[in-house]
């Protein structure tokens, strides 16, 4: 009964062992740099691999004499080669191996000849590197660097860009990098609001409906006030008034600024969401003060889900917006239930992320917020909400 099954087992055993030494013939071939010569190895190997087979199989006398010869000469053919497998990780890690090492420019010396102020020198540099490596980014960057940050030369840097942005097949991250890039110092060093606006809306134009779009659009939004704050901090002269002399002893209290009006501040948000819908930042601000000065939580939601389902947002800004519209759940409405609902959303989005384990860990603890949550006192919108907070276009 057991002999049949013992010879099925002896040719799977068999079999299985040709596959792995097959594998590992063709590993080895494909590796070789000398495949005549192993092939060479292999023909002589196999007869004498089958005589000791033969040998071992059929114990007598004579046979460790017998067998010492066809080992002798297989450790003659295959003892170099074992060696060197056994040894390599050694080796690679004193002589860093036989493999050739990609070719990559270098600008350490373009670098060396700029901060010794060997401006013209160092461009040159980069160019050379550039004719060997057609198309490197970081070349073209470096060479429009040394014009614009060195030389002060905004055209010269722009041309540099605009030559590495018209160049086929560039990578969607480079393109963006450089347009960025183009728009800081046309912003920082032009001051040209308008022309560094430009740049980003190529970077919209160009990669429409991805997050290099969104982030652009983001710039764009609040590069007119950085703007015109840069200006002001660079043109005004700034003068300290004379203190009082006698605060100290003085009755009567130091006076206070006014808070912002609230409606005010909500009339400038919605002007600059009307101009540029896509400005996150703003849109969460006003969110937060409907809910907080005007008891709205239902507009302030509204301003929130259209940040939540903006496409190309990241992941943390989304379930930051949800935390953010949990709190108000909990501190506006004194809601815990939407709030648990609101945070089950970023475990529904995100599963098994940081941020769901973060949402289950504060669902443990809603109801601590909810008793620290105060009422506050509710504030109606009035004639605003009809003209303003209302009919503000949300597409």
Partial sequence: MTHPWSNAIDVVSWVFVVLILACLSWRAYKRSTDRGSLVVRWIISAPLIWILLRLIHS??????????????????????????????????????????????????????????????????????????????????????SIQMEDLKDLPAAEATLNEFLGLPERAPKEVAGALHLLSDWQLQFGRDAQAAIGSLQRIVQLYPDTPFAHAAEQRIARLGSADETSRVRHHSKFTVAPGRRDVGLSKESAAVAAPADPLALAEEYVRQLELHPSDTDTREKLAVLYAEEFQRLDMASEQLEQLIELPAEPPKHVARWLNLLATLHIKVAHDAAAAEGTLRRVMEKFPGSAMATMAMSRLASLQSELKASQKVQTTTLGAYEKDLGLKQSHE
């Fill in 59 to 144: 114990v007598n006398l004579y046979t460790p004499i017998f067998v010492l010869i066809p080992s002798l000469i297989l450790a003659v053919l295959w003892a170099p080669s074992i060696g060197t497998m056994l040894c390599k990780p050694l080796t690679v890690a004193l002589d860093g191996g036989d493999e050739e090492a990609e070719a990559r420019p270098f600008y350490f010396i373009a670098e060396a000849k700029r901060q010794k102020g060997l401006f013209e020198e160092a461009m040159a540099e980069v160019r050379r590197q550039l004719e060997k490596f057609p198309g490197d980014c970081e070349g073209y960057t470096k060479l429009a």
